[in-house]
């Protein structure tokens, strides 16, 4: 598995480096959206027992990995991801899976796949049956166009 992930990091660094952009973060995406940023100056990183342990420049840190939604590189460490108001399940359109996915979390059952971000359709700073509504009428005005 490191020599795997040690292979994709290279793969990464020459694509970043073809672009003539140089990315000075690996920022680990969890699932409820939060992002850390991890410096790349002496990134090792290594998985056991269903965790991801990070040791860099900026310390370590571990994460286990069924919290982690994706994780990309950035040349800033604090990136700002695209929010997709309405897209509560983080697949990049918003549709009846993520209404879905709102009425789970709602009941008690958040998705493994879940941004709270996009799912606050309302902006009140929580998940409710509001936000619900919202994804509803963002689907419906969708295929009304």
């Known amino acids: 598995m490191k020599k795997l992930l040690t292979m994709l990091l290279a793969i990464a660094a020459l694509a970043a480096s073809a672009d003539n952009v140089t990315y ?5 995406k ?3 959206g939060t992002l850390t940023p991890l410096s790349v ?9 269903g965790l991801l342990h990070a040791t860099c420049a900026d310390g370590d840190r571990t994460f286990t990995l069924a919290s982690l939604a994706s994780m990309f590189f950035s ?3 604090t990136p700002q991801p695209a929010v997709l108001l309405g897209d ?5 359109v918003v549709n009846v899976a993520d209404y879905v ?3 789970h979390h709602i009941t008690g059952n958040t998705p493994v796949q879940w941004n709270v971000t996009n799912a606050d359709v309302n902006g009140d700073g929580r998940i409710t049956v509001a936000d619900y ?5 963002i689907v419906l005005n969708q295929s009304t166009e």
């Not at 100056?41 to 027992?49: N, Q, R």
């Not at 509504?133 to 009428?137: A, L, P, S, T, Y």
Request: hydrophobic share 40%; net charge negative; aromatic share 6%.
């Open 24 to 28: 000075n973060y690996l920022v680990m």
């Open 30 to 32: 969890q699932n409820e």
């Open 41 to 49: 100056v002496g990134l090792e990183l290594t998985f056991s027992d």
């Open 75 to 77: 040349e800033t460490a």
């Open 88 to 92: 509560a399940n983080d697949d990049g």
């Open 101 to 103: 996915a709102v009425s």
């Open 133 to 137: 509504i919202g994804i509803v009428h």
